[in-house]
C-alpha cells in the first residue's frame, strides 16, 4: 500500500498508509531502523458502547496536505458512530517531534468519547528485548531497548493519558480497547506492545481539540526531560517558484525528495516497508546513482544542503579500487547485495560504475555553485582516483570493461554505463580546471573521445533504429537514451533522433514508458513490454524538450499527473490497466525526475520566450 502522507525533517521519518495508519517509523537515520517492520500504530474511537479503529471499512478516509507545506489535514468520518475527525500533522523542522491535532466533531448527541491509539512496534526492527511501560511522571507510554527510546503522550483539553495497557503482544492488547477500558498493565518486557486511550465529555453537534504525540532519542532518561505538549512553529506555505501550472507539482516533489533524505548525508530510495511482502528486503538504502541524480535536480533549488551532505557522505564511503558498490546504508555501512563476488567461475569485485561517474557528474554541477570550494578540494582526491581507475578500466576498443547495469540485473558493457563514464569523466575534467589542476583531466578528456567513437562503431543497431543496451544484447531498452540527455551526442544526431523514435514506439504503454522489452519486475502480464515506470517516462519527456518537442513534454508530465496521489506522492511504476501504483511509493527518484522535467521544461520556454 503506498504512502501518501510523509513527514521527515532528516532526523525523524514517519509515512502513513491510504488508511491512515502510521506504517513506518525511522530512526536514528532517516531509513534506519523502521521500528514498525511492517506494522503499524493505529487510531480508534469509542462511544456509548460502541468501538471501532479508524483504518475499518466503517471509516471514510480523505488525505491531504495544507498547499505549499507538508503539514497533512485529513478528514476521518464513520457515519455508523456520527464522528467526524480532522487530523493536522506535521514533524518539527529541527527535532525528532511528530505532532497530530484532532478536532473530533460530535454530530450526534452529548456522549463521553474516547480515542485509543495503537503501537505495535519493534525496536531496531526486533521483537526481542524491548520494553514498554507507562511513565506517571511525564504522562506517556514508553518504548524502549539499548539505544532507542520512543515516547507517546496526547492530551485532551487539559487531560492526559486517561487509561494505558503494556502488554504482551497479542490479539487480546488490541481486543483489549473494544469495551473502551483498559487494564492499566504499568510495564511489560520481551515481544510487547501497548495502548493508550484519551476522553472527553463533547456536546451534541459540538467539536473539541485532542492531541497526540511522538517523539525519540537513543536516551530513556534524556527522552523523559522532555517537556509536553511540544510547541511546533506553524510551516508556512512558499511562494510560488514560477507560478505556473507546475508550481504545486514541482514544490510537492521537492519535499518529498527532502522528507526521503538523511541528516548525515543519505538519499534514500524509498521507505515504504510494503515491498517487504514481496522481498524480506527493502529500498531504504543509499544508491549512489539514485542519490547523484536527486542531488543534480537539488542544485538550483533552496535544498542545497541536501547535496553538500551527500557528498561528504560519498567522500566517507568510497572503496579500492575507487568505485561505489552496489548500495549503502544511512549509517554508511555496506548494504544488502544479490551482486556475486564470482561470476562464471572469475572472482570480480562488484560494482556499477555508473553509480561512480554520475557523482562525479553530479558534484561538477553542484561545484558550478560556486559554494564549498574547500570540500570540494577534499572530495577530489577520491574524484582524481575514480576518473584515473574509469579512464584505464576499458577494454581494447575504448569502452568500459564489465559492470553492473543501472538496472542492477545483468553483467556486462552496457550503453548507460558508457553514457555516465564519459560523462563522468568530463566532468571531472572540469572539476580539475576549476581547481586548478587543469592537466589531471587531459588523459581523462582522451579516454572519454575514445569512449565515444566505440559507442558509434560498437553499439548502435542500425536493423532496429536503437542503442544496443549491452554488447551482445539488442533489446530496446529506455536507459540507452542517456547518450542524448547527458549530451554524449547531439539531441538532433540522427542516431539519437532513431534512438528516441524507437524507445518510444516500442515502449510506451498506456502513455507511460516501461523500461526495457519483457520487463519481468511486477508484471501483472503478458501482451505489453512492461509496466510503465516515472522516471522512463520522464526521460522520454527530458529528450523531448532537448529536441524542441515541449507539447510531448507536457502530455508526458499530465500522464504524472493523472497517475500520482491526491496528496502528490508518486510510485516507482503503474499497473498498465488499472493505473494502480506498484513496487515502492513514494520513490525518491521518480520525484527527482518530475523536478528535473519541470526545470528542463521551464528553461526551454525562457529561452524561446514563451
Known sequence: MPRPLVFGNGLFLIQLDARHRIRDLFFPHVG???????????????????????????????????KGTMVGRSRLRCEGMAIELELVEQMAPRERIFRRQITL??????????????????????????????????????????????????????????????????????????DGELNMNPIEQGSVGSVMSLRSNIGAGQSSLAEYWITAHPSVDALLAHHFPFEIEPARAREPLQNDSYDEMLQRSLDVIASQCDRHGAILAANDSDILETARATYSYLWMRDGALVSSVLDKTHYLDISTNFFEFSAKVTSRPPMFRHKYSPDG?????????????????????????????AMASYAARGVNRNAIE????????????????????????????????????????????????????SLAKQLGKEADGIPWLAAADRMSLAIKERMWNAERGCFTRMIGDTTADSATLAFGLFGIFPPDDPMVVQNASTIEEVLTVRGGLARYEDDYYFRQRGGYAGNPWVITT???????????????????LQWVREHQAPTGILAEQYHPDTGAPLSVSPLTWSHAEVVRTIQMLRHARSTLGI
Open 32 to 66: 534506519q531502523y523502521n521500528h514498525l517492520a511492517g506494522h503499524s500504530i493505529r487510531m480508534g474511537v469509542w462511544r456509548d458502547g460502541q468501538f471501532s479503529w479508524c483504518d475499518s471499512d466503517e471509516w471514510e478516509i480523505e488525505q491531504a496536505y495544507e
Open 333 to 361: 555501512s555496506l548494504g544488502a547485495s544479490w551482486h556475486p563476488y564470482i561470476f562464471n567461475g572469475e572472482p570480480i569485485t562488484p560494482f556499477q560504475e555508473d553509480s561512480t561517474a554520475l557523482t562525479i557528474w
Open 105 to 178: 466533531f460530535n454530530r450526534g448527541p452529548a456522549a463521553e468519547i474516547r480515542i485509543f491509539f495503537s503501537h505495535d512496534l519493534r525496536l531496531n526492527e526486533s521483537d526481542i528485548g524491548d520494553t514498554a511501560l507507562y511513565h506517571p511522571q511525564s504522562g506517556s507510554i514508553v518504548h524502549y531497548k539499548n539505544n532507542t527510546a520512543i515516547a507517546f503522550r496526547g492530551k485532551w483539553g487539559d487531560k492526559g493519558i486517561f487509561q494505558y495497557r503494556a502488554s504482551t503482544r497479542g490479539q487480546d492488547l488490541w481486543d483489549d480497547a473494544i
Open 538 to 556: 520522464m526521460w522520454l519527456a527530458q529528450t523531448r524538450i532537448l529536441q524542441g518537442n515541449l507539447e510531448a513534454a507536457e502530455r508526458a
Open 378 to 429: 577534499l572530495w577530489y582526491r577520491w574524484v582524481r582516483q575514480s576518473c584515473d581507475f574509469m579512464a584505464t578500466y576499458v577494454d581494447d576498443s575504448g569502452l568500459p570493461e564489465p559492470s553492473w547495469d543501472l538496472w542492477e540485473e545483468r553483467r556486462g558493457v552496457h550503453a548507460y554505463t558508457a553514457a555516465t563514464v564519459i560523462a563522468g569523466l568530463r566532468a571531472g575534467a
